[in-house]
Nanobody
Framework: VQLQASGGGLVQAGDSLRLSCAAS????????IGWFRRVPGKEREFVAA????????SFGDFVKGRFTISRDNVKSTVVLLMNNLMPDDTAVYYC?????????WGQGTQVTVSS
């Protein structure tokens, strides 16, 4: 399984960004997938996750309704739409898929929010 994240960039506070993660390999539709983020010097932080069907989602406490997560099981992709971004959202964002007790990580995409 390989995960390829994209969509990061430099934006201003209040802007939106759409992160995408494309998965290779079989059975994408069977497993939950989500996003974490990491700021240098800090612990990795849970951002969002979505179950195999897309019917159930969860978010980190800091999100406060600003982000949505969705998936396309035909295209094997997951999208994190981030609205009202703040400077504290600056981090490297990683997609992750949980498969049979193992975690598979993508390479990360940098999001920088200027004030």
């Amino acid at each position: 399984v390989q995960l390829q994240a994209s969509g990061g960039g430099l934006v201003q506070a209040g802007d939106s960004l759409r992160l995408s993660c494309a998965a290779s390999g079989r059975s994408f539709e069977t497993y939950a997938i989500g996003w974490f983020r990491r700021v240098p010097g800090k612990e990795r932080e849970f951002v969002a996750a979505i179950n195999w069907s897309g019917a159930s989602t969860s978010f980190g406490d800091f999100v406060k309704g600003r982000f949505t997560i969705s998936r396309d099981n035909v295209k094997s992709t997951v999208v994190l739409l981030m609205n009202n971004l703040m400077p504290d959202d600056t981090a490297v964002y990683y997609c992750i898929q949980w498969r049979g007790g193992r975690s598979y990580w993508g390479q990360g995409t940098q999001v920088t929010v200027s004030s």
